[in-house]
Antibody, heavy 119, light 104 residues
């Protein structure tokens, strides 16, 4: 099970920190990531990290502004979002890959947390 | 970075008909890492196909994935009412824009 938290309303230029609490599997054995979906739009990868956290991907649109981290003992994934823009408004899904490798596919999704960036 | 293009954007069909969805990559994609997802309104995506042609757990055999290199296809042999949804192809770091399959 993946449970996100931390979404809400932020001002342009502001910050938010998303959390994803994982349970039911060995967290450190699987790649994890964040996918977002703007209202009425398609899916967009935000960031992903391998099981060992030695391989990481960030979308160009968030590089330098967002930082993903994982706390394996607490089975929790984080997404620190800074310098937020209106175009970051979306539902953010926590995603679990089928293996430790971020090249593979996602087999489990959280229910999502809504981030709204507006003044 | 690979760009995935899906066609058509919308496919209007009747239950019982065959649906053929295309996903084209801007450069070579390993078949090992091409996946398809289904998303219904208000729901999270569901993994249908991985490795271009392997069905995920619990996916009925009317869903078939095929293709290689830059051209991949998802075929739904006979549409059931629950199959009307948006379908996305996916490869490392990118999703296609999606194909909406709606009821004619």
């Amino acid at each position: 099970q993946l449970v996100e938290s931390g979404g809400g309303l932020a001002q342009p230029g502001g910050s938010l920190r998303l959390s994803c609490a994982a349970s039911g599997f060995t967290f450190s054995s699987y790649a994890m990531g964040w996918v977002r979906q703007a209202p009425g739009k398609g899916l967009e990868w935000v960031a992903a990290t391998s099981g060992s956290a030695d391989d990481t991907y960030y979308a160009d649109s968030v590089k330098g502004r967002f930082t993903m981290s994982r706390d394996s003992p607490k089975s929790t994934l984080f997404l620190e979002m800074n310098s937020l823009r209106a175009e970051d408004t979306a539902v953010y899904y926590c995603a679990k890959f089928t293996t430790y490798d971020i090249l593979t596919e996602v087999d489990q999704w959280g229910q999502g947390t809504l981030v709204t960036v507006s003044s | 970075e690979v760009v995935l293009t899906q066609s058509p954007g919308t496919l209007s069909l009747s239950p019982g008909e065959r649906a053929t969805l295309s996903c084209r990559a801007s450069q070579y994609v390993s078949s090992n890492y091409l996946a398809w997802y289904q998303q219904k309104p208000g729901q999270t995506p569901r993994l249908l196909i991985y490795g271009a042609s392997s069905r995920a757990t619990g996916i009925p055999d009317r869903f078939r994935g095929s293709g290689s290199e830059t051209d991949f296809t998802l075929t739904i042999s006979r549409l059931e009412p629950e199959d009307f949804a948006v379908y996305y192809c996916h490869q490392y770091g990118t999703f296609g824009p999606g194909t909406k399959v709606d009821i004619k």
